[in-house]
């Protein structure tokens, strides 16, 4: 960091000195008032807004069992399969070792994208797993990109969230409808 | 919306620019305001208010500074915009990391909301930032038209990943503005060799890096070698987009100033930080650094001043204690370089002064790249064979023959030679130019149909 050699630049709009007197058109205090009032309407509104986007990101700190249960219900996952851990590690190529509470489903058929993965952590957790989310999709999108165009389509729409201390991943027909099973459980 | 997607290139850009050519002279930058609402609405439509709020907050301060009488109402009014400003940036950008830093070494349970970050805030608050400073110090007057100032802060080109302009720099062309087909020309010759270096540089060589960094052993040689190609990556990533924003700016009929002047090449890291990312120093220089007394101040102020710009630097890149230490890691460095070794480092021959740096800024890459502290010592003592893999393994010697010519052309893009090359060459034969651009966009579209790893390193700030 080095200074700039010092220009003597003359300001274009000098402010104006001490007990000058008000040429006729200078700026009175009527219009500073106007845009005070207007700075304090938008503080308000940055506030409500500030709360909106806090209330859309935050997550209730809610029993993992109760997720399970929900999302064991929802349409479609009945015919996927739970996967255990090394399930989990084999499709994620990330272990779910620090998370609070996990779960996973999946189908065994080869041509079926269909996934389910929500899992509860720290931040540095749920950080490695949405990279390894995302290295899930690219790998699957590599394999499928070249012939399977209804599993591309549903790769590309794939749905991940971040709630919270939640991560939420799934592809599928029915990934709206599991997403919007996980968010009822944790608004 | 990234500007290395085929939507942007293919339907976005073309129909912007399109729209921005035919229509009449004062509807463009209402266009261009539409398009870069569009561009980031795209990605964020949740943080469209944000930006929105960050406009209308800054104009009516504009205006408001102008229009204040007494001095103390007008500092009153710029230190209210400049705190509502970096709270907007604190809140957004660090309030986790605030609280998760303070729960961690007391124990508290403040409640942590994780928002995800809005993109370019960084960088709109800070030409924001700029723009209000000016006005209050009488270098610029205050921008009446609400559509030409959001054309300012929204402009698409610039808005995720820089450079920061200033708003005096720009405010005559948001007037005045014309391309020729000649300008045009130049500036999507801009836009390809920015892909070309995001698309085919960047992604290729992040590959490596990231091989590198996953391995679960690594010699002394692979540690250097994935350093390397990180350092290589984030070059390329960067001023690959910034050459697309530049480019983008000229065919809209705007100079942006450079934010690159190849960075490999400098001799000190004082040079270094002249030639990487020179909007973001410059803003620091004209508003931190200079403001604090600069270096007109004695030794220990001097320091002091340094040790602050630094650490802001470096959260200004990020919200995690590994980019406070990388800035920390400049700052002793420019202390060392300033009060130490300066002058020895003149003596040395040019070479051995580029080689030099480049090792330093090889290893401030490591300490950017890993948040978690503890891969990032590990990685650290490989560079220096502490618990590395031995010197040199298989794995390193097949990485080595698998991305050499990468490597190696990344190298020589680095300096100003080739570009040189292509420009006395395409100057002599134009129909060159036609053909290389081509095939270069040619093979950044079969590159972006095909692959599928296309990450922006830059888009956390």
Redesign the interface.
């Known amino acids: 960091m080095t200074d700039r050699p010092a220009t003597a630049r003359r300001p274009v709009h000098a402010a104006p000195r001490r007990g000058a007197r008000r040429a006729p058109g200078r700026p009175t205090a009527a219009p500073e008032r106007r845009y005070a009032l207007i700075k304090w309407a938008l503080l308000v509104a940055l506030l409500a807004y500030a709360v909106l986007v806090v209330g859309a990101n935050s997550a209730r700190d809610v029993d993992f069992a109760e997720i399970q249960r929900a999302m064991a219900t929802s349409p479609g996952v009945g015919n996927l399969n739970a996967l255990d851990e090394n399930g989990f590690q084999e499709r994620m190529d990330a272990s779910p070792e620090g998370c609070e509470g996990w779960l996973m489903y999946g189908s065994d058929e080869i041509m079926d994208v269909s996934e389910l993965m929500i899992a509860k952590g720290d931040e540095a957790t749920l950080d490695r797993l949405e990279d390894a989310v995302q290295g899930r999709l690219e790998a699957q999108l590599a394999v499928f990109r070249s012939y399977g165009v209804n599993q591309k389509d549903l790769l590309e729409g794939a749905t991940v969230l971040r709630r919270g201390d939640y991560l939420f991943y799934a592809v599928g027909e029915a990934a709206d409808q599991w997403a919007d099973a996980f968010l009822a459980c944790i608004r | 919306m990234v500007f290395s997607s085929l939507h942007f290139l293919y339907i976005f850009l073309p129909l912007v620019m399109l729209a921005h050519l035919i229509a009449p002279r004062r509807w463009r930058n209402g266009i261009l305001l539409a398009a870069s609402l569009w561009f980031y609405a795209w990605g964020e439509p ?2 469209l ?2 930006m929105l ?1 960050s406009v ?2 800054n104009y ?2 504009g ?2 500074l ?6 103390s ?2 500092r009153a009014t710029l230190v ?1 915009a400049v705190a ?1 400003n970096l709270a ?1 940036l604190g ?1 957004f950008k660090y309030y ?1 990391f605030l609280v ?1 830093t303070l729960n961690g070494l007391f124990g508290l349970r403040l ?6 970050l809005p993109i370019g805030i960084s960088f709109y608050t800070f030409q924001a930032l700029s723009y209000v400073i000016d ?8 921008q009446r038209s609400l559509v030409d100032f959001a054309t300012y802060i929204t402009m698409f080109p610039q808005l995720v990943a820089g450079p920061i302009v200033k708003y005096a720099d720009i405010r005559e062309q948001l007037h005045r503005r014309s391309a020729s087909l000649a300008q045009i020309g130049q500036g999507l010759e801009r836009v390809i060799l920015g892909l070309s270096k995001k698309v085919l540089l960047a992604n290729n060589l992040g590959l490596l890096a990231d091989a590198m960094r996953s391995a679960p052993k690594l010699s002394v040689l692979s540690a250097w070698l994935g350093a390397a190609a990180y350092a290589l990556q984030i070059y390329f990533d960067f001023s690959g987009y910034s050459d697309m924003a530049i480019g983008m700016g000229r065919m809209l009929g705007f100079t942006f100033a450079e934010n690159f002047d190849h960075p490999y090449r400098a001799r000190s890291v ?1 040079e270094f ?2 030639r990487w990312h020179i909007s973001l ?1 410059g803003w ?3 508003y931190v ?2 403001p604090l007394g ?3 101040v004695g030794p220990g102020r001097h320091i002091l001043n ?1 040790l602050i ?2 650490l802001l630097t470096g959260l200004w890149h990020g919200a995690s204690w590994n980019f406070a230490l990388w800035g920390l890691y400049y700052a002793a460095l ?1 202390i060392v370089e300033k009060y130490l070794t300066g002058r020895v480092l003149g003596k040395l021959p040019a070479g051995a002064a580029r080689f030099c740096t480049l090792l330093l800024v090889t290893v401030g890459w490591v300490i950017f790249s890993n ?2 502290f503890g891969a990032m010592g590990r990685y650290l003592g490989c560079l220096a064979g502490i618990g590395a893999d031995g010197f040199a393994d298989a794995a390193f010697l097949y990485a080595l023959r698998s991305n050499i010519l990468l490597m190696a052309f990344a190298a020589l893009c680095c300096g100003p030679g080739l570009r040189k090359w292509q420009i006395r060459l395409t100057g002599r034969w134009p129909a060159l130019a036609l053909v290389l651009f081509a095939a270069l966009l040619i093979a950044c579209t079969a590159y972006l149909v ?1 692959g ?2 296309n990450p922006f390193l830059y888009f956390r700030f």
């Open positions: 949740v943080y208010g944000l709020f209308a907050w009516v301060t205006l408001q102008n229009a204040a009488v007494r001095p109402r007008r209210g509502v907007v809140f986790g998760a409640p942590d909301y994780r928002l995800p006005v209050y110090r009488g270098q610029t007057p205050p004082t930080w002249r120093s620091f220089r004209d650094y200079i600069g270096n007109r340094l710009v630094w420019l948040t978690d095909h599928s790893y």
